[in-house]
């Protein structure tokens, strides 16, 4: 082989080989908006008022918790999108936040089945992003005026509610032994907040200079994907961070268990990019959504689901 001839096949391997297709798909009856796993199950939120329960062993659709239908501008009756939702592990409970009048927000509380309206919209008139449990009858809310609120599901009254910052809200998430909140806001500064008392106790700041669309926080690492197109991952033990810059602008994160990998929606092509978060090492491109990711989900160190706005859920090995 000359040297052309070598060169060529250099450039393709290194531009080919780190492509992964889906091993399979999961068919939805609406746009993903959230996900859930638990052992062999994946509970998956669309735009079309539901959340779907499916068994991943068989690849077959279980159930579909469906809400109730609301009125739009014109005064017709349209299903709900489901904006955010989560479950108390190994019990049919659930917690789901749906849209509903003058774009205000109903979340309604499930457990076997029964639904229990805890907040309404033209009642309560909060407009919430993101929901969930801190236990069985405790939930954290985040609204999109940036206010936190910790709320008691038996009383149906607020515990507390906290300002984090002027700066439109966009997400929050929890550590693992629930404690702790990481918020993401337009000002691209990440707080981290004490769950009990709703203080503030850190703020992350420097690597994302603008709007954070998603936050994930795995043991001591948290990574964030934003407005201004930069990837930052920030390490709470070693008090370090950095910050790489992508191709287009990262609307999706999500970290693998250990933290030691990252997912993340990279180019304009709806294409996700896997990092290793400790040598910035780049492990291979993951091809086939076809509209904006909306969530990624590890269920492994090498396996994860990712949702998009369209009707499917694919399955990945990396």
Known sequence: MNFKSLLFVLIFFSNNIWAISPKYSLKTNGNVTDMHYETKYLYVSTDNGSIQV???????????????KIKDF????????????????????????????????????IKNGKYIRIIRDAENKLMIKKIRFISENKVIIGLLSNEIILFDILNKREIYRRQISPYTFSDVVLNKNKTKLITADESGIIHIIDVQSGNTLQNLSGSNVDNVYQVDCKGDVIVCGGQDRRLSVYNLSTHKSYYINSSFLIYCVGLSPSGNYVAYSCDEDNDIQIMNTKTKAKISVLKGHKSTITKILFTAENKLFTGAEEKLVYFWEI
């Not at 499916?54 to 109730?68: A, D, E, Q, V």
């Open 54 to 68: 499916f068994n991943i062993m068989s690849k077959h659709l279980l159930k579909t918790y469906y809400f109730p």
């Open 74 to 109: 014109t005064g017709e009756s349209i299903m709900p999108k489901v904006f955010s939702f989560d479950k108390i592990k190994d019990k049919d409970i659930l917690v789901a936040v749906s849209r509903g009048i003058h774009g205000f927000s109903n979340v309604f509380f």
